[in-house]
């Protein structure tokens, strides 16, 4: 009842003040409108009175006046006329007045003096009285005044009477709003606050969805998000925890997130992780006159997002939102994620300069293809080169300043950004566990000697006491590499370089997703795939799907043809398949970048054109960024999934495909170029060079037997459930942690001296 109180209290006391200031408002309406129609009145009425009395006075006929100024009264509101001399002694004042006005009214001082009429609003005893004096004048000189007089006390009577009337009102509306709130509260709140105790009731015993029971109405839309994420919470550490049981009784060791968070704080000791990246993990955009918080399209940032997630700490990486500065506080940092943070964003602010050569130039004209196998000739520049170092110097610095005291961090360094950090990092915190993972191939010497700066990038990366690549011919070019352009000792029974005292050790550590737990028997949702191919406005039986950048490394444009060599050599899948193709635009300011993305629309559009029919098109460009909740139901509807990249380190869309097909459905074409075809043998592993090669296996995944499809299926899923996110991670706090550092490493010296 003390809601209901409160709330009739908070009604009724709105609806007096508003009912008040109506009255308010009503009451000085009419009485300026009252006073303006009096000194209308007292104005016309001087006037014309004016002229008959001003040869009296002249004439000082003060009989006569007495008998003017007695004869007007009894006229509405007149109360009565009074004339004044030139120095404002009264000449003759009505009878019934006489006896009031005893000095002369202040209008009257001020009208003769100024030559012109003045009015007011006075008390005269206990009267309110309005005077207008009208000065009199005998050839332009001003010898007198008449002041006349209105009673206006009928204006203070309208007022009161306004007053009463607003008195009434509110009580006849405290009346019906006591009644109309307590059956709204009967109505609206009571029944659904009924239904939500009943769902928090079914929720705690494990008999509620997650989706509460609550009304749509606009006002309860805050209140259902928390509930929503409170259910969600809930239901997530409950089938972590069945996980984990269900582990512990069949002796398995899975790596789930809550085992990943445990490993971590012991592996820690008291200790935080940093993690360094040049893509963020999440970025604010103003949407209209809104900031939007969204998450980038990168399999790192799918990678590493749930590590953070689940270990706490604090992630510096490049701010690329147009509201990234209104997001941050003084220290440019964020909590994320929004709704629940977990960990620390510190974002680190680039000039256009500096991203143009450090992340377009030496990073992606120049690293980018001299890693990859794709024939596109890397380009190196001198003044790309500085841009790269400056830009590591300021990670190194803005880390640093978020390490503070802090005695024996753990730091991970991403990508081929940041070959210079662990270096950086080395020469001033050599108390820090610092790992480097590398999320491309390495490339064999002869190809890597092409850089001109190859031997400050191999310096800066052996600064790390750990390198990580996703295979192990990978870390076998590594240190050939290292073995042929730098002076060291590579100890390859250990595998680890020891240079002047400071031993890095290069381990295979394969990344992976964050994979659903096994999957119950489900039935494949035909409706789905239906929905989602009428969306596009298109008709067909069935559809594959590709999710890449735009990147000359994927192979779109071969994937392409093989789809093309499949619609002329098996006529049966026309309009029977459609190829959606979702391309996310990668690195535009590249001009290579550019001629990609015009190639694979002018490709789609070229064959969509030779076998286009009707309402069914062979190939379906996408060519926006998606997020994983956008994708992931293109996941689980489509027939087979194509990832043919020309080179490529891992490839998460490949084991993000296996990880969403609950099903045990779909087939996964793989080039044998992808790191990740280490690990899903039972994909159809393709040359993506080989046109031909490429349509026959599209054509025996989409005609392989359930039976064969379920199979393989299952034991793909069984590897990236095992081989999982958090067992990359935990392998790679592993590997760390377990690296002792020595109390000084004379290596350290010289490179911070600059002889290295």
Request: one cysteine or more.
């Amino acid at each position: 009842m003390r809601f209901s109180y409160r709330l009739n209290f908070a009604l009724i006391a709105g609806a007096a003040l508003t009912s008040l200031g109506f009255a308010l408002y009503q009451h000085n309406t009419e009485t300026r409108a009252l006073k303006a129609e009096v000194q209308r009145h007292s104005l016309a009425l001087a006037e014309s009175l004016e002229k008959p009395a001003e040869p009296m006075v002249v004439a000082h006929a003060i009989d006569e006046l007495h008998r003017f100024v007695d004869k007007l009264p009894g006229r509405g509101s007149l109360a009565g006329i009074a004339i004044y001399d030139a120095a404002g002694e009264p000449l003759a004042i009505t009878r019934s007045l006489a006896a009031r006005v005893l000095q002369p009214p202040r209008s009257v001082l001020r009208a003769i003096p100024a030559a012109r009429a003045a009015g007011e609003f006075t008390r005269i005893g206990d009267r309110p009285f309005h005077v207008l004096a009208e000065p009199l004048r005998r050839d332009a000189v001003v010898i007198g005044a008449l002041a006349v007089f209105e009673d206006v006390g009928y204006i203070d009577a309208r007022g009161a009477a306004v007053w009463r009337s607003a008195a009434m009102h509110i009580a006849v509306q405290t009346f019906f709003i006591v009644c109309i709130t307590l059956l709204c509260i009967h109505l609206s709140l009571s029944r659904p606050l009924r239904h939500m105790t009943q769902w928090l009731r079914d929720l705690r015993t494990g008999r509620a969805s997650v989706t509460p029971s609550l009304p749509t109405e606009e006002a309860f839309k805050p209140v259902a998000r928390e509930f929503e994420r409170m259910a969600s919470s809930l239901t997530a550490a409950r089938a972590a925890a069945h996980e984990e049981a269900r582990l512990r009784d069949a002796a398995e060791s899975q790596w789930t997130l809550e085992r990943l968070r445990v490993h971590v704080q012991n592996r820690l000791e008291g200790s935080r992780l940093f993690v360094v990246s040049n893509r963020e993990p999440y970025e604010h955009r103003f949407r209209g006159d809104k900031i939007e918080c969204s998450v980038p399209a990168s399999g790192l940032v799918t990678a590493l997002e749930p590590v953070l997630s689940a270990c706490g700490g604090t992630w510096v990486a490049q701010a690329t939102g147009d509201a990234d500065r209104e997001s941050v506080d003084a220290h440019h940092r964020v909590a994320v994620p929004p709704e629940t943070p977990r960990y620390t964003l510190r974002r680190v602010w680039l000039s256009e300069e500096e991203e143009r050569g450090f992340y377009f130039g030496f990073a992606n004209e120049g690293l980018w293809p001299l890693c990859h196998i794709a024939h596109t000739r890397p380009i190196f520049r001198a003044e790309d080169w500085e841009q790269y170092r400056a830009v590591n110097r300021k990670f190194a610095d803005a880390l640093l300043e978020e390490i503070g005291d802090e005695r024996n961090p753990i730091v991970l360094v991403q990508d081929y950004h940041f070959a210079l950090l662990p270096r950086m990092i080395k020469q001033r915190l050599p108390g820090a566990h610092v790992a480097v993972f590398w999320h491309i191939p390495w490339p064999n010497p002869e190809a890597f000697g092409i850089c001109p700066w190859q031997h400050e990038l191999l310096d800066g990366i052996l600064g790390a006491d750990l390198v990580g690549f996703h295979i192990q011919a990978h870390c076998n070019n590594f240190l050939e590499t290292v073995d042929r352009a730098i002076e060291c000792r590579i100890e390859r029974e250990r595998f680890a370089v020891n240079r002047l005292g400071h031993v890095t050790s290069v381990r295979p550590i394969p990344i992976s997703v964050a994979a659903s737990p096994p999957a119950t028997a489900m039935e494949f949702d035909f409706d789905a795939r239906r929905s989602i191919l009428e969306k596009h406005g298109l008709e067909a039986s069935t559809f594959g799907i590709g999710v890449d950048r735009v990147d000359y490394t994927k192979g779109i444009p071969e994937r392409f043809r093989a789809l093309e060599r499949l619609f002329e050599v098996y006529p049966k899948y026309r309009k029977q398949l459609t190829f959606i193709q979702i391309g996310s635009p990668s690195r535009t300011p590249i001009r290579r970048y550019q001629d990609l993305m015009e190639e694979v629309r002018m490709e789609a559009d070229r064959i969509n054109r030779r076998f286009h029919s009707g309402r069914w098109k062979p190939i379906l460009l996408i060519a926006r960024q998606h997020s994983h909740a956008e994708i992931l139901p293109y996941y689980r509807a489509a027939s087979v999934c194509l990832v043919t990249s020309l080179h490529d380190g891992m490839n998460l869309v490949a084991k993000e495909f296996v990880a969403a097909r609950e099903d045990d459905d779909g087939v996964l074409v793989l080039s044998r170029f992808a790191g990740a075809t280490h690990e899903l043998s039972d994909a159809l592993t393709v040359n993506p060079y080989d046109t031909v090669q490429l349509a026959e296996a599209i054509q025996l995944a989409l005609e392989m037997h359930p039976e064969e499809r379920a199979s393989r299926m299952r034991r793909m899923r069984t590897v990236v459930r095992e081989h999982n996110i958090y067992r990359w991670a935990g392998t790679l706090v592993s590997e760390l942690s377990e690296i002792r550092l020595p109390a000084s490493m004379p290596g350290m010296a010289l490179a911070a001296s600059g002889k290295l």
